[in-house]
T-cell receptor, first 113, second 113 residues
Framework: DAGVTQSPTHLIKTRGQQVTLRCSPK?????VSWYQQALGQGPQFIFQ???????QRGNFPDRFSGHQFPNYSSELNVNALLLGDSALYLC????????????FGPGTRLLVL | KQEVTQIPAALSVPEGENLVLNCSFT??????LQWFRQDPGKGLTSLLL?????REQTSGRLNASLDKSSGRSTLYIAASQPGDSATYLC????????????FGRGTQLTVWP
């Protein structure tokens, strides 16, 4: 049973560029959440997708956007990259309701130069 | 807004010791609380999930307790081993917001032989 997978594992971009990160949830899961973890900090919630819609959003600017596909996989897009966007981006999946364990992927390390 | 604090921020112990990691949160209206482990530069591995109706959960050498009224959770690690070295994060959620997790900075644990 495949767990949560993310791609790419590492990425280097320059300021002003755009980036797309991808996540495939654990088999049987239909909800995907994205988190940003800066060095030395705990993860911060970006947004959550369920039934192909953004269900809730954390305190992140509109430069951060996402999408969920019919197969429940998800993308995180960040436009106009800033140096401060350098972080580990984590994807978590869960099953529909909020009662169960959330499973995290290995993350994508983004470095903005 | 939910604020999560973990004490101590760092802990370095010889193997074999029994450990106590503390987590406090400001909003007691939570549904679940999860404990995670994170190895350097990696994703999060779920260790234990405590539902609001429960007071504790056990898995092997790990035991986590939850006191919602006081806004506290404690993770006990028995007979620590060098392989337990990692950062430990607690994350409460509010069921009414579809399982969004709130994280503190974690406790960085080093267990030396």
């Amino acid at each position: 049973d495949a767990g949560v997978t993310q791609s790419p594992t590492h990425l280097i971009k320059t300021r002003g560029q755009q980036v797309t990160l991808r996540c495939s949830p654990k088999s049987g899961h239909d909800t995907v959440s994205w988190y940003q973890q800066a060095l030395g900090q705990g993860p911060q919630f970006i947004f959550q997708y369920y039934e192909e819609e953004e269900r809730q959003r954390g305190n992140f600017p509109d430069r951060f956007s996402g999408h969920q596909f019919p197969n429940y996989s998800s993308e995180l897009n960040v436009n106009a990259l800033l140096l401060g966007d350098s972080a580990l981006y984590l994807c978590a999946s869960s099953l529909g309701t909020f009662y169960g364990t959330q499973y995290f992927g290995p993350g994508t390390r983004l470095l903005v130069l | 807004k939910q604020e999560v604090t973990q004490i101590p921020a760092a802990l370095s112990v010889p193997e074999g010791e029994n450990l106590v990691l503390n987590c406090s949160f400001t909003d007691s209206a939570i549904y679940n609380l999860q404990w995670f482990r994170q190895d350097p530069g990696k994703g999060l591995t779920s260790l234990l999930l405590i539902q609001s109706s429960q007071r504790e959960q056990t898995s092997g050498r790990l035991n986590a307790s939850l006191d919602k009224s006081s806004g506290r959770s404690t993770l006990y690690i028995a007979a620590s081993q060098p392989g337990d070295s990692a950062t430990y994060l607690c994350a409460p959620d509010r069921g009414s917001t579809l399982g969004r997790l709130y994280f503190g900075r974690g406790t960085q644990l080093t267990v030396w032989p």
